[in-house]
């Protein structure tokens, strides 16, 4: 081998050759190619400034290129509304207090009021008489689903699957007679991305020590159940989930439901009926895993509002809190906006703009 096909050193090439001529027994080994190549590229590079960094740490071995999805909006809405001044029988339909009878309800604000008054209030056996909820489908029934179709990363078996899931939690976060009665919605919580770390702080938060930064309520549905319970087993629904395809090729599903429950008081002291309704939207993307760190059968929260009517004012105990007859009276009504809590024709977005998270709006029937 020629010194011209050797990148190694003058000094140590002639050593190499030096001890290899006489025999020495630790000659040493010819440099690899890989260790010829380096010394060259030293010989041939400037010696770097003072101050330079030549040890740099190693760099974070990169994965599939998952991501760990935070909650990107969180759009949050405290209406907490009280009954607007009149007889009872006018906030629950029929006649109103100058005794003409009340307008009918549009097609989107769920179906016509009941009629005459006395037929207008609720009682135990009917809790949702003089509600337009009262022709409304019970618990699952009033979620409309769509037909699946392969959107995204998900084929239309997937997309099935995962809206079944999707109605699942809305079932176990806002219909479960467990969670409505103060329970922790466990069996919700399970179905969130666990790697969601935001989510998973606001939860761990709302359940610890309710605030009105961390409000369970804007999630999931519960009473009291030392001053409240359910006047039976019903909840009346209505609402629909639809999807389209979102960000890295993820199914993102949007809830858009109201709620109405119907209560007594928890002594049974008295048969009136309160009712509380709730509309939520809810956006949840159910990720590529190939893209996004999460778990099979979990979705990651991408937003979530709330419209409450009858829930309490400025209320954060991480129950809902209805008025009956007495509170209202004592109460008032509120200083915000009035707004019809069954009027599903106003887009959730344009209910956000409308109501003032810092007053007490006034519904005009429940």
Not at 172 to 201: F, K
């Amino acid at each position: 081998m020629g010194k011209e096909s050797s990148s190694i050193p003058d000094e140590e090439w002639e050593r190499f050759l030096r001890d290899a001529g006489a025999g020495a027994a630790e000659a040493p080994q010819e440099p690899s190619a890989r260790a010829r190549m380096v010394t060259r590229r030293l010989r041939e590079e400037p010696e770097p400034p003072r101050g330079w960094r030549i040890h740099e740490p190693p760099r974070q071995r990169r994965g599939k290129g998952r991501y760990a999805v935070g909650l990107v909006a969180v759009v949050v809405c405290l209406l907490a509304v009280v009954l607007a001044p009149g007889p009872v029988a006018g906030w629950f339909g029929g006649e109103d207090d100058t005794g003409s009878p009340s307008a009918a309800v549009g097609e989107g604000s769920g179906g016509s009021a009941a009629g005459g008054s006395q037929d207008a209030v609720p009682t135990a056996e009917e809790p949702f008489r003089g509600s337009p909820a009262a022709g409304w489908e019970d618990g699952r029934a009033g979620i409309g689903l769509p037909e699946a179709r392969a959107t995204g990363w998900m084929d239309k078996g997937q997309v099935a699957d995962a809206l079944d899931r999707t109605l699942d939690f809305l079932a176990a976060s806002s219909l479960d007679a467990g969670v409505l009665a103060g329970q922790r919605p466990d069996g919700a919580i399970a179905l969130v991305n666990p790697h969601q770390e935001d989510v998973q702080d606001y939860v761990k938060a709302a359940f610890g020590s309710p605030s009105e930064e961390n409000d369970p309520l804007l999630l999931f549905s519960r009473f009291d159940a030392s001053e409240v319970r359910p006047a039976g087993d019903v909840v009346k629904t209505r609402g629909e989930v639809t999807y389209r395809e979102g960000k890295r090729g993820a199914l993102e599903v949007t809830a858009d439901v109201t709620y109405v429950y119907a209560l007594v008081r928890a002594d049974g002291g008295s048969d009136e009926v309160a009712r509380t309704v709730v509309r939520r939207e809810t956006v949840m993307s159910w990720d590529d895993p190939e893209k996004v760190i999460t778990e099979p059968g979990t979705f990651s929260l991408v937003s979530y509002a709330a419209d409450i009517a009858n829930g309490g004012c400025d209320n954060h105990t991480g129950y809902f809190s209805p008025e009956f007859v007495a509170e209202r009276a004592a109460g008032g009504s509120g200083e915000g906006p009035e707004v019809d809590p069954y009027d599903r024709d106003v887009p959730m977005e344009e209910r956000m703009r409308q109501g003032d998270a810092t007053e007490c709006g006034r519904a005009g029937r429940l």
